[in-house]
């Protein structure tokens, strides 16, 4: 089955009304786009009042959590939702959420196709370089990274192998706080060197998302642009 535009646009409505019949409340815009094996779920403008209360507090650990785990609860039905519209069987779903710009993104993946993103070899090269330049100061230097998306609109990056021990520690010992921190923080570092990745895009980065996957070992870099380009 080849998923058409439509199918994305019917799919993106049924997700609002999943997310909305867990909340209590849906996102004002939900777009679908699907790249291979990999499905990219943008929300905009989606916070329930009393994440608004204690985003406004600070509280960010307490909204993740609350947050994290209605979309957990949801997961299997919107795995199934998205393997009935697309006839690809996603497999495992990821999240990330920016209270700031009142943002999110899920990441469905079917985890037996892999393709290659075929991109200019020297770009690809550059931008590894610039990945692992700001990241060595955040996390451990990953062995591999992967663009497994790049349009206009979005980069997403698959990097393996970047967990330090003491970060399966924080897992097996469920310490939430101190991940979720950890997590936020290696996020912002990024955000905070985003007029270099604008450079080397030639995009202006509208948000940045980083979402984990420990038994894998691995994390996803995604950029979303704006339309406005850098010059």
Not at 91 to 111: A, F, H, M, P, R
Not at 141 to 167: F, G, Q
Not at 179 to 196: D, S
Not at 203 to 226: A, G, H, Q, T, V
């Amino acid at each position: 089955m080849v998923a058409t535009q439509e199918d994305l646009v019917s799919l993106s409505s049924s997700f609002s009304k999943i997310i909305k019949r867990g909340f209590g409340k849906g996102p004002e815009t939900c777009f679908a786009v699907l790249r291979a094996n990999r499905l990219y779920v943008y929300i905009g403008n989606f916070m329930t009042p009393a994440e608004e209360i204690l985003t406004v507090k600070q509280e960010y650990n307490l909204v993740m959590k609350y947050r994290s785990k209605v979309i957990t609860a949801l997961s299997e039905e919107l795995l199934s939702e998205a393997s009935q519209f697309l006839g690809i069987p996603f497999e495992s779903l990821y999240q990330d959420w920016n209270y700031n710009s009142n943002s999110g993104i899920l990441l469905l993946v079917n985890n037996s196709f892999n393709p290659d993103v075929k991109i200019d070899e020297s770009f690809e090269r550059k931008l590894f370089q610039l990945v692992r330049q700001v990241g060595v100061k955040l996390h451990k230097i990953p062995s591999k990274l992967k663009v497994v998306k790049y349009t206009h609109n979005i980069c997403a990056i698959e990097l393996k192998e970047v967990m330090l021990p003491l970060d399966y520690l924080l897992v097996e010992q469920g310490s939430s706080d101190l991940l979720l921190t950890n997590a936020r923080e290696m996020k912002k570092g990024y955000y905070q060197h985003r007029e270099l990745f604008e450079e080397m895009f030639n995009r202006l980065i509208e948000d940045l998302f980083m979402m984990w996957d420990p038994k894998k070992n691995r994390s996803y870099l995604i950029f979303i642009f704006n339309k406005g380009y850098t010059n």
